[in-house]
């Protein structure tokens, strides 16, 4: 997972594993930005699984993905954005993405045949000790295609969606976590390499990662960012900036 920084325990658990297990350690989200706890899901309309199948199908009948045209200082990359399979984990980044959330935000954590994680709104100052424990605001809302209302916890957390069995393959997006669950907000990271052991449903270790997108057009941008050099806590040294994540819908 990109576990909680916090948790001693899920860093022993992956440093007793592989090297590149416990690089995994440094891709969960902090979790400072619940006050020294990871808050309580509220009440939502409607949990991933409480959608059933058929909602699904008809989601899936009913919307064409849209893609998500990331502009950076380092050029364009598109995702197309799972809504068919992750209705709920998609919609909140594309909310995220057309209020304005993502814009100036920069890839606090970069490493090299691993991954690049984006999406904290303290990463808008580069230099801040932050970037990597913040999310969206507490208790906003968005709506699924089907008008569904999903309204974020208090530490702006959605439910987690673990639905469909895609892997953390080369080119996949995927939601970042604290390593509790219900704990994934704003922060994401690109697979650069095929990570499976951070498929919810690889019991390898405890990391439970949805992907809910891929790169369509642009993966040499993503290999760009995954080759620039590095400092402290896995940071580019120059920053990456995301000027802004346009959402292409048909």
Do not use: W
């Amino acid at each position: 997972v990109i576990f909680d920084d916090r948790d001693s325990s899920h860093r022993e658990l992956l440093c007793a594993r592989t090297k590149r297990h416990a690089m995994s350690v440094g891709l969960f989200m902090s979790a400072h930005r619940f006050g020294g706890a990871v808050a309580t899901l509220s009440m939502i309309t409607r949990c991933a699984h409480g959608l059933s199948t058929n909602s699904r199908r008809g989601l899936a009948l009913a919307v064409a993905n849209p893609v998500a045209r990331f502009k950076t200082s380092k050029g364009n990359f598109d995702v197309e954005l799972f809504v068919d399979k992750l209705p709920i984990t998609a919609s909140n980044f594309v909310d995220l993405s057309k209020t304005g959330f993502y814009d100036g935000l920069t890839f606090h954590r970069v490493i090299q045949n691993f991954m690049i994680q984006f999406g904290c709104p303290n990463s808008k100052n580069p230099s801040s000790p932050l970037a990597g424990t913040g999310g969206p605001p507490g208790g906003s809302a968005y709506e699924l295609p089907d008008g569904t209302t999903i309204k974020r916890d208090g530490g702006g957390n959605i439910p987690d969606e673990l639905v469909a069995k895609l892997s953390n393959e080369p080119g996949t997006i995927s939601m970042a976590n604290t390593g509790a669950p219900n704990s994934g907000g704003s922060q994401i990271f690109i697979n650069t390499a095929h990570n499976a052991f951070l498929d919810y449903f690889d019991d390898r270790t405890p990391s439970k990662h949805p992907v809910f997108g891929k790169v369509v057009d642009g993966m040499d941008v993503v290999k760009a960012i995954e080759g620039v050099k590095t400092g402290a806590a896995d940071k580019p040294v120059e920053p990456i900036v995301v000027e802004t994540i346009e959402i292409i819908e048909s």
